[in-house]
Structure formats: C-alpha cells, structure tokens
C-alpha cells in the first residue's frame, strides 16, 4: 500500500460530548445547594392570654330538656312558649359568667322543635351550649 490509504484505518473522529463529567459536577453542586440553604421553621405565632388563671368554680348548669310532645323545661319547669324561653335565654347570656346550656331531647321529639331552641339561643347570644342523650340514638 502506497500513498493511498484505506478510510477504515484512520481514526474514527468523536462527535458526541462525554456527559459523565458534567453530571457529576452537577450532582456535587445540587448537594453543596441543598447542604447550605437554610432550615426553614414553619411557625404560628399565636397569641396566648396572660394574666391570672380564671377561677376553677364549677359554672352554674342550666338543663332544657325536650319531651316526646315538644314541651321545653327548663331546670324542670315547663315553659309556656318560645317567648319565654327567649327571655330566660337573653337573661342567661346576660350574666357576667355565662352558664351552661345542656340541652336534652327526648328520641321522639320532633326536630324542629330541637333547631328552634339551637336558633333561639343563638339569637340570645348563649355560647356554652352542650347537647346530652346521644346514648338514646345508638342502637
């Protein structure tokens, strides 16, 4: 063979670029941003009350109950209509430490009757309301 060479013996030129290199950079930056950034606290400021504790006395309970014919009593006096449950219930939010409101109906009282008193001392402005007897509804 003379001056004229085969093309198979020359050496073959590279066209694509090594990545191997450029991902390992890559990886050691990714790790030295993740290693420096710093911790971030996620935080509620709430604002607690301060000054003394309330007293510990038991808050005074008033008990409404429903019957089966939709009378409300209130601590075991029938009432006469929601006239005067609205009164009883505006003089019990009226009070400097608002009492307790355990509402108790019976299983067959009618549901309206149950929502009037919730909306009636709603209106009145009573918030310490807790509803008794669930026990009477499991089966």
Same mark, same amino acid.
């Given at each position: 063979?003379?001056?004229?060479?085969?093309?198979?013996?020359?050496?073959?030129?590279?066209?694509?670029?090594?990545?191997?290199?450029?991902?390992?950079?890559?990886?050691?930056?990714?790790?030295?941003?993740?290693?420096?950034?710093?911790?971030?606290?996620?935080?509620?400021?709430?604002?607690?009350?301060?000054?003394?504790?309330?007293?510990?006395?038991?808050?005074?309970?008033?008990?409404?109950?429903? =019957? &089966? %014919?939709?009378?409300?009593?209130?601590? /075991?006096?029938? $009432? !006469?209509?929601?006239?005067?449950?609205?009164?009883?219930?505006?003089?019990?939010?009226?009070?400097?430490?608002?009492?307790?409101?355990?509402?108790?109906? =019976? &299983? %067959?009282?009618?549901?309206?009757?149950? /929502?009037?008193? $919730? !909306?009636?001392?709603?209106?009145?402005?009573?918030?310490?309301?807790?509803?008794?007897?669930?026990?009477?509804?499991?089966?």
């Amino acid at each position: 063979m003379g001056p004229l060479r085969d093309a198979s013996d020359e050496p073959q030129v590279l066209t694509e670029i090594n990545t191997t290199p450029l991902i390992d950079v890559m990886l050691v930056l990714l790790i030295m941003l993740i290693v420096t950034i710093p911790i971030q606290l996620h935080s509620v400021d709430l604002a607690m009350p301060s000054g003394q504790t309330p007293p510990a006395d038991k808050p005074v309970v008033i008990r409404v109950e429903i =019957d &089966r %014919q939709g009378t409300v009593w209130w601590d /075991a006096q029938a $009432l !006469a209509g929601p006239a005067e449950l609205q009164a009883r219930l505006q003089e019990a939010a009226a009070r400097p430490v608002q009492p307790e409101l355990h509402l108790r109906p =019976d &299983r %067959q009282a009618r549901y309206e009757v149950v /929502a009037a008193v $919730l !909306a009636a001392s709603q209106r009145a402005g009573v918030t310490r309301i807790g509803i008794l007897g669930a026990e009477q509804f499991a089966q």
